[in-house]
């Protein structure tokens, strides 16, 4: 990781209003990441590694799906070429010298994006084209150059193809997103089953994603209401049917317990011993008067 510099120009600059913040964030974070030529591996474990580790902690799954759709924004604006290169794949920030003056930079690690380039077909579970680059004639979208061979999509560091099924069945270990979620519920029945249903809420995709956010949210409403957990769902439940969604219930106004026959009389006895004594105060205080005047 290096010490970069952000021009002010940079943030009036067009192409950088149309991204997210989020991205606007990642943008800069990679002139860190790569070497003092722009150029740095094209690794999404790094990358989440160096930028967003405390992300990582709190929420693997959600920080590694807003990273790898803020590189393809990035991508698919033309602000960052991706490449591969004598069998490895680099990251470099377009117009890197517009970005960055560095002064007396370090011998460049990786090379810069040449004529014997080639941008990978599948990077992010699709095809991935640069802007204005069509496919070369006779390979078709789904071959490899060349070959008309079949190319799965590159599979995510450490493990599986995205585009393969989630077939194993969560665990019950819990997480320490859903130990926050697990804080905040009021119903604590089944914590295994809420376990594995929190987890498979979580790994959701497309117009069904589902934050974290959503699901302490949900349950801080649930809390909010006061409610005897034995009336509100277990947690399992409420994630299965879509609890987060739910608009908060006004809070029931809580109503003084009546008193008992006992304690009514008692009040009662007090009142008329607190009369007597008022009355006698009263006619003390005539007598003590009328003595004034006839003195």
Do not use: C
Not at 111 to 130: G, K, V
Not at 268 to 273: A, E, M
């Amino acid at each position: 990781m290096r010490i970069r510099s952000i021009k002010p120009e940079f943030w009036r600059s067009d192409d950088i209003d149309a991204l997210s913040i989020p991205d606007r964030l990642l943008f800069i974070g990679l002139w860190s990441y790569v070497d003092d030529n722009g150029v740095g591996l094209f690794s999404l474990k790094d990358i989440v590694g160096d930028l967003f580790a405390g992300d990582m902690l709190r929420d693997s799954n959600e920080t590694l799906i807003r990273v790898k759709e803020g590189l393809k924004a990035l991508f698919e604006r033309g602000l960052i070429e991706i490449y591969s290169q004598d069998g490895n794949t680099y990251l470099a920030i377009t117009n890197w010298g517009k970005h960055q003056r560095v002064p007396n930079p370090n011998k460049p690690r990786y090379p810069r994006p040449s004529a014997d380039s080639e941008t990978p077909l599948y990077l992010f579970n699709e095809s991935l084209i640069r802007p204005n680059e069509s496919l070369r004639t006779g390979t078709g979208e789904q071959g490899n150059r060349g070959t008309g061979e079949q190319i799965p999509p590159i599979a995510p560091q450490g493990g599986r193809s995205e585009s393969e099924p989630e077939t194993h069945e969560p665990t019950s270990e819990p997480t320490r997103s859903f130990e926050q979620f697990w804080s905040l519920y009021p119903n604590h029945d089944y914590p295994d089953a809420a376990v594995r249903e929190f987890k498979r809420v979580l790994r959701r995709t497309g117009t069904e994603r589902v934050t974290l956010v959503a699901l302490l949210q949900g349950a801080q409403m649930l809390r909010d209401e006061h409610r005897d957990p034995k009336y509100i769902p277990s947690a399992s439940k409420w994630l299965h049917d879509g609890g987060w969604k739910n608009k908060p219930k006004p809070r029931a106004q809580q109503r003084a317990p009546a008193a008992s026959r006992s304690q009514q009389n008692l009040n009662h006895n007090r009142q008329v011993v607190e009369r007597a004594i008022a009355q006698e105060q009263e006619q003390e205080r005539k007598r003590q008067t009328r003595k004034e005047l006839t003195a």
